[in-house]
Structure formats: C-alpha cells, structure tokens
Nanobody, 121 residues
Framework: QVQLVESGGGLVQAGGSLRLSCTAS????????MAWHRQAPGNQRELVAA???????RYATSVKGRFALSLDKAKFTGYLQMDNLKPEDTGVYYC???????????????WGRGTQVTVSS
C-alpha cells in the first residue's frame, strides 16, 4: 500500500512564502511524477503544478513565476515552493503522485489527504 503525506501548509500573510512537501511511503519502486492541485471553497479542484520523473515542469498560469515544484526521486518526496503568495492562493492543496510499486510495471495514481494553505490580505 502506498501513502502520500503532505506537510507545510499554514497561515501566511500576502507576499509571504510557504514550502509544501509530499512524501510517498510504502512499497515503492519509483516515483514517475508528481503534481499539486488545490481546491478553494466553492471551487473545483485545479492543477497548480506538475513534474515528470525526468524533471519537466508545468504550472498554472496564475502561479507561474511564483511557485516552483521539484522532485527528489531518491527520497520519494516532492517540494512545492510558493513565494509571493496571494489571498487567491488560499485553499486545500492536494498531492497526487504516479508511483510504481514494482520495477518495469505501470505506475498507479495516488492522492494525499491535503494540507490547508491560507493567505491573509
């Protein structure tokens, strides 16, 4: 069984920074990719940032230049550095990762339970 655990959320003033972490644990061969999604009250869940196992990244337009996603494959951990935070960044941030439990097999998708990020104005 694979579990994803997020950490690093909290309350920050506008213009501040937070660093979210997502660590996969359990029976893991490799992490093929990772993404962060967020959901604000009353809104649908949206993709914030994604990274492939090869390190290619993509970001939502609203966070480009402010957020940076990295992946430490040896630690099965991804990091979302969030700078110059805005009140509209408030929401629950969910980690989603493609994980192989055995080598040379297709990866399966797993989700964390989410971590709250609140940005005050």
């Amino acid at each position: 069984q694979v579990q994803l655990v997020e950490s690093g959320g909290g309350l920050v003033q506008a213009g501040g920074s937070l660093r979210l972490s997502c660590t996969a644990s359990g029976r893991i061969s490799s992490v093929a990719g990772m993404a962060w999604h967020r959901q604000a009250p009353g809104n649908q869940r949206e993709l914030v940032a994604a990274i492939t196992g090869g390190g290619a990244t993509r970001y939502a337009t609203s966070v480009k230049g402010r957020f940076a996603l990295s992946l430490d494959k040896a630690k099965f951990t991804g990091y979302l550095q969030m700078d110059n935070l805005k009140p509209e960044d408030t929401g629950v941030y969910y980690c989603n990762s493609e994980v192989r439990t055995r080598a040379f097999t297709p990866a399966d998708s797993y989700w964390g339970r989410g971590t709250q990020v609140t940005v005050s104005s």
